[in-house]
């Protein structure tokens, strides 16, 4: 399967169509440890990057997509999220098409530019977790295996998290109090992998 | 929501679009959220920005004047700006002598400050952050650097902005800023919560009869849910959290803001600078240019923060520098 | 109650104490609830005395100050203060050129205010009084006289203020405040009720989604109570009441306040102001030195009113002329 | 029966007594028509009545009476009750004792000043009435009369203006609103005649 900016397009409408309808989710979970805006952040993060129109080249398609969050979502985690494509863009760029076998490698450089971005560590109960994990999941795998992977990999984390406090960000204040409750950016990134197809 | 506003997405522009028509002698937006001081840079002067979400006023747009900052980029309600607009403020903000950005220390915030200052430095527009750290229960002082930035901001944006007005280098402003900020001490208390217009409901809810200490200004949670207790005694518990976490020797010299988070009456603020002010006394530290009223709110919240901040001679002489915009005038 | 208090019975006087005491190059309290310009009277000048309630910050007591008032005699929570007390001020503010009772029309102040003008008669204080009527929905034109007084007594303190610190005598200070008087037109509207300590429960109760129209700074009733408008939608309701009580033409220039009642934040005001400003351009009004913020309250009501004030040119540089106090700079 | 500073002194703290009891049904009232405030202003002013130590002069006694609700209730109603009793003092000047036929004559000087004070005028619905037509019921009656003839005629003001719009003071703005409801101030001018004994 060979991903051009049309795959990327189509994935990025389904992702925002399912994060339109997980929004109250979201901010109902970021509500818990947070400001509860995570909903907003997210849905409207997608909704802009999929009406954009994508140029062809992938890589320039990845920058349009991390632009996009840069214009409407500057809370943390549609900062880290524009972070993540603007280093996939990096890594993709001049390419006009991806191997699926390429992926793991453009999401370690999003995880390694997004940890940078947030001075953030793995553990500490953030959507890096989950990058980490779906990272670890996927790589070597044959593609057509991999969203199924992912899948599972996301929604494990949130349940491996959701019994250890939250280290970082807004969270971070609930202490001991965060024990028990899912770390809204790993359940985002649960719904966001959920929604690719 | 008890809020008056037309759209909930138009509630933030309206606002700018309302304060700059109507203060023209102190406010301009020469792009979209972004506020630059009517007279724009000013040339060999250094440049103080700030930036965070709507909602707070006076803080942030409302410090942009003579003697305070030169821009700031604001974003939707409790949401951090864009790193576009904070580039944007900063490059407003520039005469020539680089710029300090000076804000609270919150995640989105931050990230999208530090994108901006990368923008710039492909400009060749010099820049050096200070954050404001200032809230004392939402971190142990060991961490202390991970503490959320409150109300202290007035006093860091007032003496700052003061020093870069007597044309010092960037450098000394920013080494004038990062000591305000170090000397400022918050904590908050919280009665009833806000409503984030594009949330369209309460932040957080609290029974009738209970107030949350420690609380931050987006509702961020505090160290105790309690039952209401009386102002001095609420006082009382304010000032020994930040006493403990900055002690004071007799002959010591403060500034102390009692600050309204948005609904808590003047005469409240005053029952507590009262006892605040006796709690000061016993303990024979002065009280310079105290301030009372609302200075970093939350809209409509119920509560109110108490700042302290420790002055040696230099801190004291730039708060007392002239100063102004809308909402204060020094 | 989601009060920041002691003894609901302290209320006043401990606020009187922090007040004073956070600023004491404005205010002193010489005796009970009667506050006095930090200097005293100014002799050879008109004295300036205002009284009422408690409840309104910075009403009354907040505009002592240089340019503004000479006393004010303060009573618990929205009452009034009492015959005594009143009498106290004008002794305070008498600097040999007698004494203007400026304030609110409302029955109990008026009674009172009238016996402490009487007994000033016999120490041969002369004193006039000019009454602050400018609520345009409690009483139809005809029955002008008997209307609310409400924020426009911040046009008027400020404008007789600037006229006795010219010098100028008795008559003609009087004169001169009348004219203000005369000129303001405010109208309020409330979204939710504050509690006075005394009573421990809400003024009045309001639907969660409903809003009351004319609405006085107690709690009296308006006009209508209808459902939540838009913030275009009230302004507009607002400016046409003052609009069709008195017409404005192309060319008249006119001050607005734009006025919280206590909880609504800074940010709806400026929504609103935006478009007040909008519907005076629409008919070729010009704005001079608008007001934007809490400048007359009820502690912590929520809701809004607008007050205009058609100037000539007297009045405009009264309005323009310096002035000082702890909650407003000119 | 002949009225000297102790009996005075023994109604008053009847009606202080009475006045606490009912200040919640007059802040009611006046809470449906005006501020709220009366039962406090009532209560209040009567309490500082009874905890004043009086002379044993008439005329002083009433004036004591008078600086007692000037002290502690300044809104409408006390202001009001403060100069009806500067008026009675005025009117008793230098007696030790009164006899009961004085007092209608008392309560006309009263009344006099209170309008002169409030400009008001009868039929405002307002104290005024009921001082009014308690005058009227027990002017020419044998003294142990007029306590009852003055407690119907405090009752009755209030039933009969009940159907009347309020044209004075804070319950003016509530216009023909006010049709239906007690004045405040007549209602408590019967809670005070009922307290007399
Ligand atoms: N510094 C950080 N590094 C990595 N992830 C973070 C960081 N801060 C927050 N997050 C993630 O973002 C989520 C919260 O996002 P968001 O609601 O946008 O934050 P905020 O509203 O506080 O700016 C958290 O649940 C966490 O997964
Ligand atoms: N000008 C007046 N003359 C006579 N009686 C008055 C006047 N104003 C008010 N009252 C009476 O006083 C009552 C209200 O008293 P109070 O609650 O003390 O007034 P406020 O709180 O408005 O000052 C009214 O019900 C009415 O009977
Ligand atoms: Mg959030
Ligand atoms: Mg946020
Ligand atoms: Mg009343
Ligand atoms: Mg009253």
Excluded at chain 1, 101 to 125: C, F, Q, T, V, W
């Amino acid at each position: 399967m060979s991903i051009d900016s049309a795959v990327i397009a189509a994935a990025i409408s389904r992702v925002a169509q399912a994060t339109a309808e997980c929004a109250e989710e979201l901010n109902t979970a970021d509500g818990a440890l947070g400001d509860g805006d995570l909903g907003i952040t997210v849905s409207r993060g997608f909704a802009e990057a999929a009406a954009a129109t994508l140029p062809p080249n992938v890589g320039l398609a990845l920058l349009e997509c991390a632009k996009a969050f840069q214009r409407v979502s500057s809370s943390s985690y549609g900062t880290l999220v524009a972070t993540g494509f603007m280093a996939a863009a990096k890594a993709a760029k001049g390419r006009e098409t991806l191997e699926a076998a390429e992926i793991p490698g453009l999401l370690e450089a999003a995880l390694e530019a997004m940890m940078a971005r947030g001075k953030g560590s793995l553990g500490d109960k953030t959507v890096l977790d989950s990058l980490d994990t779906v990272i670890g999941a996927i790589k070597g795998r044959p593609a057509e295996e991999m969203l199924d992977a992912a899948k599972a990999a996301a929604a494990e984390t949130v349940e491996t998290f959701r019994g250890l406090p939250n280290r970082l960000g807004r969270a971070r204040m609930f202490g001991d109090g965060s024990i028990g409750l899912p770390d809204p950016g790993q359940l985002a990134f649960q719904r966001i992998v959920e929604g690719l197809g | 929501m008890k809020k008056i506003l037309n759209r909930a997405a138009d509630y933030v522009d309206e606002m700018l679009e309302g304060l700059c028509a109507a203060h023209p002698e102190f406010y301009s937006q020469p792009e979209r959220r972004v506020i630059v001081r009517a007279g724009g840079a000013v040339q060999g002067k250094v440049g103080i920005v700030t930036g965070g979400g709507s909602g707070h006023l006076p803080i942030f747009t409302g410090y942009v004047g003579p003697g305070l900052l030169d821009a700031a980029a604001i974003g939707d309600v409790f949401a951090s700006p864009s790193a576009e607009q904070m580039a944007a403020a900063m490059r407003y903000a520039n005469g020539g002598a680089g710029v300090l950005r000076l804000y609270g220390n919150y995640g989105g915030d931050v990230m999208n400050f530090d994108m901006a200052g990368e923008m710039l430095e492909f400009e060749d527009i010099r820049s050096t952050t200070v954050l404001l750290a200032d809230d004392v229960v939402s971190a142990p002082r060991e961490e202390a650097s991970k503490r959320r930035g409150v109300a202290g901001m007035v006093y860091a944006f007032k003496i700052a902005g003061a020093c870069a007005d007597r044309m010092a280098d960037l450098d000394e402003v920013t080494r004038v800023a990062q000591k305000a900020a170090d000397a400022c001490r918050s904590v908050g208390m919280a009665l009833s919560p806000c409503t984030v217009p594009q949330a369209g409901k309460p932040t957080f809810t609290l029974g009738e009869d209970e107030m949350e200490m420690g609380m931050g200004i987006h509702g961020e949670p505090g160290i105790r849910r309690e039952k209401l207790k009386t102002a001095d005694e609420i006082t009382d518990e304010m000032i020994d959290l930040l006493l403990a976490d900055r002690p004071l020797n007799r002959g010591d010299r403060v500034s102390i803001l009692v600050n309204s988070l948005g609904a808590t009456p003047h005469e409240e603020l005053y029952i507590m600078f009262r006892r605040a002010r006796k709690r000061l006394a016993d303990i024979g530290v002065e009280i310079v240019m105290p301030l009372v009223g609302r200075y970093a709110t939350s809209m409509e919240m119920t509560g109110a923060t108490i700042t302290m901040i420790a002055l040696d001679e230099e801190l004291e002489r730039f708060l007392k520098a002239p100063a102004a915009c809308a909402f204060w005038q020094v």
